[in-house]
């Protein structure tokens, strides 16, 4: 994983391209009416870490790498779009391409901004979606199911795929998503090997109105707060015509302005920190003259596979990793000092790698 990708989905007229727009700084028209999203806009943004500026200082960087976040606006998603309605399939294969699926459920009342649905109704939104999604992993598992069973006559490894995707297919056919079907290590690591949509994990964003600051709680929201408890999912609260208005401020006036209405920090940074806890990400970091930088890493991930984040040579050469944690650069001025009070740790290929674990790594 270079970096994390999140595909944002919602139904039309929900704050989904008005997240965009704050998210990514690009002004992608969000007008009033479905489908002004037609390919998916990519934006990559900058994930906030006051770490980095810290050790940059110290050690004299020329410049500072953040670990970096890929959303993927998908097209405004409607009843019937795995059977091509809207901007059906089109739209289902960018969201195959992503990590997670962020989707935008409207939590506010406004008579100005049509529902396509003709009333507020968030977990009605987000069972639409879900269905859209259930129905387009049923068409993948039985088209892929008939595939294999015409050559698991001769090839009798093909039955233990065969046996998952029917289990699948029956998971499915109770309208419910894969990501609540229990599996065997042995069966995950076959259904990793598939696309399925509803396997990936969910943050909902609850977008609010301005009248919600600073608590971003209604009645709405607490609803959505219930439902994902169940799913084991998250909900990250946002006003996105704030966050719209934030992103056209410089880091001064934009944290003014945070204060000024009772926030500490933005609703893309709350998002981003969720999306990494979700799925289980850390950041270790690298100093030095050249560049101070992050690099994005799965929890669990051993040093000689992190250092090959950096390069496939330094995995392959690994000799060790000369370890220091982030609290122990600041608090002796670095890697010299961390070294002198026997904080600079030396560690093979199978020490796993912590969030804030600050790296040198020496291979031939």
Same mark, same amino acid.
């Given at each position: 994983?270079?970096?994390?990708? !999140?595909?944002?989905? #919602?139904?039309?007229?929900?704050?989904?391209?008005?997240?965009?727009?704050?998210?990514?700084?690009?002004?992608?028209?969000?007008?009033?009416?479905?489908? !002004?999203?037609?390919?998916?806009?990519?934006?990559?943004?900058?994930?906030?870490?006051?770490?980095?500026?810290?050790?940059?200082?110290?050690?004299?960087?020329?410049?500072?790498?953040?670990?970096?976040?890929?959303?993927? %606006?998908?097209?405004?998603?409607?009843?019937?779009?795995?059977?091509?309605?809207?901007?059906?399939?089109?739209?289902?294969?960018?969201?195959?391409?992503?990590?997670?699926?962020?989707?935008?459920? $409207?939590?506010? %009342?406004?008579?100005?901004?049509?529902?396509?649905?003709?009333?507020?109704?968030?977990?009605?939104?987000?069972?639409?979606?879900?269905?859209?999604?259930?129905?387009?992993?049923?068409?993948? =598992?039985?088209?892929?199911?008939?595939?294999?069973?015409?050559?698991?006559?001769?090839?009798?490894?093909?039955? @233990?795929?065969?046996?998952?995707?029917?289990?699948?297919?029956?998971?499915?056919?109770?309208?419910?998503?894969?990501?609540?079907? @229990?599996?065997?290590?042995?069966?995950?690591?076959?259904?990793?090997?598939? @696309?399925?949509?509803?396997?990936?994990?969910?943050?909902?964003?609850?977008?609010?109105? *301005?009248?919600?600051? @600073?608590?971003?709680?209604?009645?709405?929201?607490?609803?959505?707060?219930?439902?994902?408890?169940?799913?084991?999912?998250?909900?990250?609260?946002? !006003?996105? $015509?704030?966050?719209?208005?934030?992103?056209?401020?410089?880091?001064? *006036?934009?944290?003014?302005?945070?204060?000024?209405?009772?926030?500490?920090?933005?609703?893309?940074?709350?998002?981003?920190?969720?999306?990494?806890?979700?799925? /289980?990400?850390?950041?270790?970091?690298?100093?030095? *003259?050249?560049?101070?930088?992050?690099?994005?890493? $799965?929890?669990?991930?051993?040093?000689?596979?992190?250092?090959?984040?950096?390069?496939?040579?330094?995995?392959? #050469?690994?000799?060790?990793?000369?370890?220091? =944690?982030?609290?122990?650069?600041?608090?002796?001025?670095?890697?010299?000092?961390? $070294?002198?009070?026997?904080?600079?740790?030396?560690?093979?290929?199978?020490?796993?790698?912590?969030? #804030? /674990?600050?790296?040198?790594?020496?291979?031939?």
């Amino acid at each position: 994983m270079t970096n994390l990708s !999140c595909g944002i989905v #919602g139904l039309p007229n929900v704050g989904k391209s008005t997240l965009f727009n704050a998210l990514t700084r690009k002004q992608i028209p969000s007008e009033n009416y479905p489908f !002004c999203t037609i390919d998916p806009n990519v934006g990559i943004v900058n994930v906030e870490d006051p770490r980095l500026k810290v050790l940059s200082q110290q050690s004299s960087s020329k410049k500072i790498i953040p670990a970096t976040c890929t959303f993927v %606006d998908i097209a405004g998603l409607v009843k019937g779009a795995s059977q091509g309605e809207g901007l059906g399939n089109q739209f289902l294969s960018h969201i195959r391409e992503t990590d997670a699926i962020v989707q935008v459920v $409207r939590c506010f %009342d406004n008579e100005k901004v049509i529902h396509v649905s003709g009333r507020v109704d968030p977990l009605q939104d987000i069972e639409v979606i879900t269905l859209e999604l259930i129905l387009a992993d049923i068409q993948m =598992a039985e088209n892929t199911y008939s595939r294999l069973e015409k050559q698991a006559k001769g090839k009798k490894e093909l039955l @233990p795929t065969l046996d998952l995707l029917k289990k699948a297919i029956a998971h499915l056919n109770q309208n419910l998503p894969l990501r609540s079907l @229990p599996l065997t290590p042995a069966e995950e690591a076959i259904a990793k090997l598939y @696309p399925f949509l509803t396997r990936k994990k969910v943050l909902y964003i609850c977008n609010v109105s *301005e009248n919600d600051l @600073p608590s971003m709680d209604n009645p709405y929201v607490q609803r959505v707060r219930e439902f994902a408890a169940k799913e084991g999912s998250s909900v990250v609260p946002i !006003c996105a $015509r704030i966050e719209e208005e934030i992103s056209q401020l410089n880091e001064t *006036e934009a944290k003014e302005f945070l204060q000024s209405l009772g926030l500490q920090e933005s609703g893309l940074d709350r998002l981003i920190r969720e999306a990494f806890h979700l799925l /289980d990400l850390v950041t270790f970091i690298t100093t030095g *003259e050249i560049e101070t930088r992050a690099w994005t890493i $799965r929890k669990g991930t051993p040093a000689a596979q992190a250092a090959g984040k950096i390069h496939s040579d330094i995995e392959k #050469g690994f000799i060790r990793a000369e370890v220091v =944690a982030y609290d122990d650069m600041v608090r002796f001025k670095g890697r010299v000092g961390a $070294r002198e009070a026997g904080k600079a740790r030396s560690e093979g290929k199978e020490y796993i790698v912590h969030d #804030g /674990d600050v790296i040198l790594f020496y291979h031939n």
